[in-house]
């Protein structure tokens, strides 16, 4: 199985700040990576598919990116409505389409 | 009207059996897989397994394979997930969710989830 290595696992960040949160894949997965936000009792809510394609709705200070087999989600000016935990999920191949372990984004 | 809309919560004692649901609408419901995904309490997200309606095609996450069943009611556009004998550690939010036709697989609608809790 292909495995999501998600770091920082949390993050204290303020309104206005740029952040980053990274994803590595355990191995090739060419762009089949997918961003969720989730919210507290809430289901998670798609962000970004195929590495870098916005879902229709959000936000554009929602993006992303890849290196190789490591992947980027960054928030270019958080705002309030933006803390909540964010995971990546691969998605190439046959499933088992595994997630990311989370990040904690809260307000500093 | 939501296109996902799961069953209530559910309490149960460990060794029953249960089956929750998730009923769609407003899209053709045997296009598109469907998957379900665990929370656990206070923890992330885990892939548990999908199912093609169309022809109940269903590939399950190697953690669960053996320990869930799931299925589809074409005739009421419907997603099951079943267990037979339940544990304490099946305590958790599940959550349906449709895999987008060209979204590179990744889930673009989610049902509201169905909390289960068990517990003797």
């Known amino acids: 199985d292909i495995q999501m290595t998600q770091s920082p696992s949390s993050l204290s960040a303020s309104v206005g700040d740029r952040v980053t949160i990274t994803c590595r894949a355990s191995?090739?997965?060419?762009?089949?990576v997918n961003w969720y936000q989730q919210k507290a009792g809430e289901a998670p809510k798609l962000l970004i598919y195929?590495?870098?394609i916005l879902q229709s709705g959000v936000p554009s200070r929602f993006s992303g990116s890849e290196s190789g087999t490591d992947f980027t989600l960054t928030i270019s000016s958080l705002q309030p409505e933006d803390f909540a935990t964010y995971y990546c999920?691969?998605?190439?191949?046959?499933?088992?389409?595994?997630f990311g372990q989370g990040t904690k984004l809260d307000i500093k | 009207e939501e296109p996902l809309v799961q069953s209530s919560a559910e309490v149960k004692k460990p060794g029953e059996s249960l089956r929750i649901s998730c009923t769609t609408s407003?899209?053709?419901?045997?296009?598109?897989?469907i998957g379900w995904v665990r929370q656990m309490p206070g923890k992330g997200l885990e892939f548990m397994g999908i199912?093609?309606?169309?022809?109940?095609?269903?590939r399950y996450s190697p953690s669960f394979e053996g320990q869930i069943t799931i299925s589809v009611d074409r005739s009421s556009a419907t997603a099951y997930l079943q267990w037979g004998s339940l544990k304490a550690s099946d305590t958790a939010v599940y959550y349906c969710?449709?895999?987008?036709?060209?979204?590179?697989?990744?889930?673009?609608?989610w049902g509201q989830g169905t909390r289960v809790t068990v517990s003797s």
């Open positions: 969710a449709r895999v987008g036709a060209t979204h590179r697989k990744a889930f673009d609608i």
């Open positions: 407003g899209y053709s419901f045997t296009s598109y897989w």
């Open positions: 199912i093609y309606p169309g022809d109940s095609d269903t």
């Open positions: 191995q090739s997965i060419k762009s089949y």
């Open positions: 195929g590495a870098s």
């Open positions: 999920q691969q998605s190439s191949g046959l499933p088992p389409y595994n």
